[in-house]
């Protein structure tokens, strides 16, 4: 590709922290960087990997409140089961993705399955928040679930390269999940030597995490929990393998508006987040079902 390199800004290390006996590294936001560093990707959590005993206690996250903003959490290891206070319930595996608008108010929990909690093993999941701009934020809340069987996968330059098609559309391949907001997101595999390259016009934000492994993106040494900021200007992210990869990438659209955040809210002024928590207490966000 002869498109104009995305210049690389800073290169930043997700700090660990130990979140109820889960293993969790948050890339952001964080001290370094501010919620609108990266918006409208505006929270990155990566647990494990981590290897649970049988008889566990399963996943922390019991029932919770959002508004504002959407969540997108991968599956990596383990299995992930999802309920809400609009009666869905679904037990994502290993492989698959939980795509869910909070926009105007849910609540719901991540827990893990039963089998799992009396088995144990591996678990590696992330959760990305992506921000709604303030005209979705008040939408209908919703759920999709996708297990790996769901997700378009494309295996590349004789399986060296393979892309996991979440949402938006990646190398010609439409995803199943067409986002309110233009949201482009893939998790990508590269054996290690192997190159690989997208695009995104200039003006979008780009999202690029290492997941693990070791590589060079557009000219910079990157390895396992970092997180690349790069400048708004050029189209061309290229990444060299230098070791077996597993990355998390994306791009969207800055809102390019207010931020507020406070707990599970991620509004546009302070007033909307008070009347956020006062909505929750007061039951308008949903019931927890019986």
Known sequence: MNA??????????????DYDG??????????TIAIEQFEPFIFLNHHGPQ????????LPFGPHPHKGFETV?????????????????SNIQEGGIQWMTAGK?????????????????????????????????????????LQKQDIPALSLQEGKVNLNVVSGKWEETAAPIQSLSDVHLATVQLAGGASWSFTAPEGRRILYYVIRGNA???????????LVDFGMEGTLVHTLANSDI???????????????????FV?????????????YHDGRLGKWPE
């Open 4 to 17: 104009p390199h995305k210049p690389v800004l800073a290169i930043y290390t997700a700090g660990y922290t």
């Open 22 to 31: 889960l293993d969790t590294w948050r890339a952001m936001p964080s001290r």
């Open 51 to 58: 290897e649970f005993a049988p008889g566990n206690n399963g």
């Open 73 to 89: 959490t991968f599956i990596i290891t383990g299995d992930l089961m999802h309920q809400d206070s609009t009666g869905f319930s």
């Open 105 to 145: 108010g849910i609540i719901h929990s991540e827990t893990s399955s039963d089998l799992f909690k009396e088995q144990g093993g591996p678990v590696e999941i992330l959760q990305l928040w992506v921000n709604l701009p303030a005209s979705l934020k008040n939408v209908d809340p919703a759920y999709r679930g």
């Open 216 to 226: 060079t993106v557009n000219g910079s040494e990157v390895a396992t929990h970092d």
């Open 246 to 264: 597993l990355l998390l990438v994306g791009h969207a659209a800055p809102n390019e508006e207010p931020i507020i955040a406070h707990g599970p």
């Open 267 to 279: 509004m546009n002024t302070q007033e909307e987040i008070r009347q956020a928590f006062v909505d």
